[in-house]
DNA sequence: CATGAATGAGCTTTCATTCAT
DNA sequence: AATGAATGAAAGCTCATTCAT
């Protein structure tokens, strides 16, 4: 048995089930019982992991925040940084049904944590900056002054079209759009 | 004392109120306590006006309605569609420090609306689709076959950047976004 | 424009839609604005008529009186004590749809008055009395000594057979108990 | 300090106190403060054990059925069916002074179940059926072959007189229906 | 007499958090 | 470390009653 690999996964359970949760139902309407038996934990003892539900809601940030770490290394692989930012963007086409349904994940919560005045207000921002941080990299790489711009308007596309998708139910919308994006990426000089 | 004019006072003013607690705070965090006292009504009271805390909410969206659709009554005083679509674009230079600080108001509110599974689910669709349209109408004016796809693009656009705005708390982006979304309307045929 | 009709034709369907409602709902669930609505009165007006709810309610008790007090004068149609008997027994089966659907509307208006500890406490005696006289004094005229046990055995096996035709929701137990206090009756000597 | 009999003894204490209010009160008049009071438990507490009010109302219903269960053995001591139908009429003269002080507590609970349009409607037969069934194997022992009526026409005695009992404060009623019945017991065949 | 509006006390229910073991 | 149970503050909502006109 072991133990303290057992406490890791309950941890990382409880994490899981708090994002997938807090995507479907957002932080407020999400209680730490729902979280709980989702991961198949006792509520009593998730407090043992994470001090508020606060903390865990900070945890389920990083754990974006390393899944995005993950897609830059697999942008890597990609040969150039046009194709970089396709498959950026690509990612969205493939998720688009969930997307549709629930918006995004990173950015619902962003919108939702913008709102509070605490600790947690704008903590959004280590995930997207990283997002932005990959975007602009590419932009930059293909000789662009305005990369942090350009940066900043493509995960601002992403984010707003995945809102209307969601508001409207038209997983068609990303779809479009993402098709746009591709097209003017390969209009930018490379 | 205006004795009907009392009662619809009433009422905006719940309406208002809510407005305003809803975009600062969002609907969950907010109260019909807090409502009740921004409008100076006493709580009780407020279920004369709206039978449900999501009739006042639901009362609020047609409020964002009515003022988009005086959006688009300003708009028409501009002299061509690529005016228009400036115009449109620059109202939200204007209030960038209020959407830096709590995201656009529509965008977050239908975000927040999007998790739910009851009869609010979606109705942020009603004030998106208005802003949508009212771009739309522009792109056609414009001779644009694909002005549908250029009316999200640009709603999403203007979505996307209120949100890393208010999420990184930087007010620059949206004027920079701003900037490049007016430079690309001038390259529009016309 | 009667006015003094009009109003009594106000208080009388407050009457009216208070004995209604109350039986379908018993007292404490109906509200003043079903009542009043259900009469086609504002609800602000009621309290020119009655000054609380509870006077209401003794108003529907009087109501009730007086219905039984014309059920007499029907009876006494009849030739002989047996005969009023059964009459009075025989009325119940003409209702048991709705008494199987909503109880006694007297029983079980008595019974929850029953548990107050005020004025009301108490009072469907009024009513259940008048009941029981009715049938004392046909039992009486039998020549029977134990004229009162028999009339509060005959409207107690009226009570009961009707609470539980309502609650096990079987009419057929009405005609059933009917029947068979028809054929006690007949073996009376008279 | 008992682990386990702590948790149980709780929620034993609330369905006994919940059965007492009720039986008191009624089910709208009595709060779960009420109950939660009576019960020495905290408020926010009843929930852990019930999940609503009606959940508690339910489970005294199956309280009353536990009870009767316990009258059924008791009548089993008893040599014949007429021992056994006169016992069971018997605990009635008992406990009349509290009957008539509030009344049956599974009539007049059963009476205000039957009010509701929800899931509790009608929820009284579980405990009703109990008793008349008790009542229709005795008369069935006796070779009738109108057990079954004969056992309706016993319990809504019983029912009826209580009520009558309890609305004109009269514990004599029960006392002489009592008798009555205990007389009509022996003169059926046997 | 009539009435829409106002009021506030009180109810059921939820939930993050704590605690005893 | 683990956990069922406990807690209490706060939420949304209802409603008899009152009041201004």
Redesign the interface.
Known sequence: MPLAAEGAGKRERLVMAARRMIH???V??TTLADIAAVAEVPVGNVYYYFKTKDALVAAVLDAYQNSYRGISAELDRQPTPQARLKALVRVLTERRELLTA??CPV??L???????DDELR?Q??IV??TL?DLAEEQFRALGRDDAR?LG??L???????V??A????EAG?IS??VA?LERWIDTLAG
């Not at 962003?110 to 509070?116: A, F, Q």
């Open positions: 479907e139902q957002g407020e309407k629930r918006g950015g619902s962003s919108s939702e944590l913008d709102k509070r704008g959004g921002a997207l900056s932005i711009e900043v308007a995960i601002a596309a992403y984010e707003g079209v809102l209307l969601s508001t409207l139910r919308l479009t759009e746009r």
